[in-house]
């Protein structure tokens, strides 16, 4: 299958964002470990959830270009299809 630009940077960005999760959710929990283990764990999960949304998002970009090209497809068919009836 061949991929446009768009979509390459799309998965790039997925990729780049689930390696800044699991990275960013290390880092902000060792940052954070001098104010103690449940204040670290709680600012570590709004950091994932915070990224999650981010994935999320890109995702959702990915989900509408794809249907956006299958509606055109579809465009397509029917006006095949009603210039042939005419």
Known sequence: MLQDKFDK???FLLGA?????IFG??????????LGLSTSVFLT?????TSLFMILAL??????RQKLAEAKKQTKL?????ARQN
């Open 25 to 34: 959710a290390l880092i902000t929990f060792k940052t954070f470990l001098f």
């Open 9 to 11: 940077i799309i998965s």
């Open 78 to 82: 029917l006006e095949d299809i009603y």
């Open 59 to 64: 995702d959702t970009f990915a989900v509408n």
């Open 45 to 49: 999960l709004l950091f994932i959830v």
């Open 17 to 21: 964002s689930w390696a800044i999760v």
